[in-house]
C-alpha cells in the first residue's frame, strides 16, 4: 500500500502545486505523509521512498523561502518526490500519459497503473475529483477526462463504467453490504470515505471514522507525532477485534461441550 501511495505522490504533488502560490499548510501536510514513510522503513518495515530518496528536511524548513519546483533544492517537494519514482523528470503529457497506459510490455515504472485504472473501469470507478471552488488541489482531473481514460486505453465507454460500478454495488450490496463482524474504518481527511461505511448499520457491522485520518494512516504504525483522534482510532479497532475474537472463543467452546 505504501509503495502505491508513493507512486501516486508523484502526479499528485505536481497537479496540486500547479498554478498554486505552494500553501505552507499543504507542503506541510505532504511533509508528513513523507515521513511517516521514511520512520516506517527505519523500523524495518520494508517501507520507504525508494534508493536515493532526499532526506525530509528538519524542523523549521518552512520558515525559509522555499521553491517546490527547485529540484536543485534539496528542501523540495519536487526532488523527493522524483528520487522516490526512480525519475528525472515527470511527463505532462496526456498523450504519453495513455500511451504508456495502453503498453501491455513489462515496465520499471508506474507498476500497477494499468492494472489500477482497468480494475476501475470496469468494477467500481473510485475517480476522485476536486471540482469545490475551495478545493486546495488543482480542478483538471475532472471526471469526464477519467472516464475518457478508459476509452482510449480499453475502449470501455463511460455508460459501460456506469454500469460496471451499479453491477458491483448491487452484488456487494454498496453501502449497506450486510456483512458480519466487519469493521470499516475510515479518515475524515481520506477523499475515498465517502464511499465506504462510516456509520454502525448495526452491532455486526460498525463504523468508525477517524478525524483528521488519511488514507490507511490507522495502519501505519505508532508514532509520537500521531494525532490524540489516530491513537484513539487505534485502541478502538483493537477493543473491537477482542470483542469479537472473545465471542468466537465462547462460541467454539459451546460447540465442544
Same mark, same amino acid.
Given at each position: 500500500?505504501?509503495?502505491?501511495?508513493?507512486?501516486?505522490?508523484? &502526479?499528485?504533488?505536481?497537479?496540486?502545486?500547479?498554478?498554486?502560490?505552494?500553501?505552507?499548510?499543504?507542503?506541510?501536510?505532504?511533509?508528513?505523509?513523507?515521513?511517516?514513510?521514511?520512520?516506517?522503513?527505519?523500523?524495518?518495515?520494508?517501507?520507504?521512498?525508494?534508493?536515493?530518496?532526499?532526506?525530509?528536511?528538519?524542523?523549521?524548513?518552512?520558515?525559509?523561502?522555499?521553491?517546490?519546483? $527547485?529540484?536543485?533544492?534539496?528542501?523540495?517537494?519536487?526532488?523527493?518526490?522524483?528520487?522516490?519514482?526512480?525519475?528525472?523528470?515527470?511527463?505532462?503529457?496526456?498523450?504519453?500519459?495513455?500511451?504508456?497506459?495502453?503498453?501491455?510490455?513489462?515496465?520499471?515504472?508506474?507498476?500497477?497503473?494499468?492494472?489500477?485504472?482497468?480494475?476501475?473501469?470496469?468494477?467500481?470507478?473510485?475517480?476522485?475529483?476536486?471540482? $469545490?471552488?475551495?478545493?486546495?488541489?488543482?480542478?483538471?482531473?475532472?471526471? &469526464?477526462?477519467?472516464?475518457?481514460?478508459?476509452?482510449?486505453?480499453?475502449?470501455?465507454?463511460?455508460?459501460?463504467?456506469?454500469?460496471?460500478?451499479?453491477?458491483?454495488?448491487?452484488?456487494?450490496?454498496?453501502?449497506?453490504?450486510?456483512? $458480519?463482524?466487519?469493521?470499516?474504518? $475510515?479518515?475524515?481527511?481520506?477523499?475515498?470515505?465517502?464511499?465506504?461505511?462510516?456509520?454502525?448499520?448495526?452491532?455486526?457491522?460498525?463504523?468508525?471514522?477517524?478525524?483528521?485520518?488519511?488514507?490507511?494512516?490507522?495502519?501505519?504504525?505508532?508514532?509520537?507525532?500521531?494525532?490524540?483522534?489516530?491513537?484513539?482510532?487505534?485502541?478502538?479497532?483493537?477493543?473491537?477485534?477482542?470483542?469479537?475474537?472473545?465471542?468466537?472463543?465462547?462460541?467454539?467452546?459451546?460447540?465442544?461441550?
Amino acid at each position: 500500500m505504501t509503495v502505491w501511495l508513493a507512486r501516486w505522490l508523484g &502526479p499528485l504533488l505536481l497537479v496540486s502545486l500547479w498554478g498554486l502560490s505552494a500553501p505552507a499548510s499543504l507542503l506541510r501536510r505532504l511533509g508528513e505523509h513523507i515521513q511517516q514513510f521514511q520512520e516506517s522503513s527505519a523500523q524495518g518495515l520494508g517501507l520507504s521512498l525508494g534508493p536515493g530518496a532526499a532526506a525530509l528536511p528538519k524542523v523549521g524548513w518552512l520558515e525559509q523561502l522555499l521553491d517546490p519546483f $527547485n529540484v536543485s533544492d534539496r528542501r523540495s517537494f519536487l526532488q523527493i518526490v522524483l528520487h522516490s519514482l526512480g525519475q528525472k523528470c515527470l511527463s505532462f503529457s496526456r498523450a504519453e500519459t495513455v500511451a504508456q497506459l495502453r503498453s501491455t510490455e513489462p515496465q520499471l515504472s508506474g507498476v500497477g497503473d494499468r492494472q489500477w485504472l482497468y480494475q476501475t473501469c470496469t468494477e467500481f470507478g473510485f475517480y476522485v475529483t476536486c471540482e $469545490n471552488p475551495r478545493c486546495p488541489f488543482s480542478q483538471l482531473p475532472a471526471l &469526464p477526462s477519467q472516464l475518457d481514460l478508459c476509452e482510449k486505453v480499453f475502449g470501455l465507454s463511460a455508460l459501460s463504467v456506469a454500469q460496471a460500478v451499479a453491477q458491483t454495488n448491487s452484488y456487494y450490496g454498496g453501502q449497506t453490504p450486510g456483512a $458480519n463482524q466487519v469493521l470499516f474504518v $475510515n479518515g475524515d481527511t481520506d477523499p475515498w470515505h465517502v464511499l465506504s461505511v462510516t456509520q454502525a448499520l448495526g452491532s455486526s457491522e460498525s463504523a468508525l471514522l477517524i478525524r483528521t485520518g488519511s488514507h490507511c494512516l490507522d495502519m501505519a504504525p505508532e508514532r509520537p507525532s500521531d494525532s490524540p483522534s489516530v491513537r484513539l482510532g487505534r485502541q478502538n479497532i483493537f477493543q473491537q477485534l477482542q470483542t469479537w475474537l472473545k465471542l468466537a472463543k465462547e462460541s467454539q467452546v459451546k460447540g465442544e461441550v
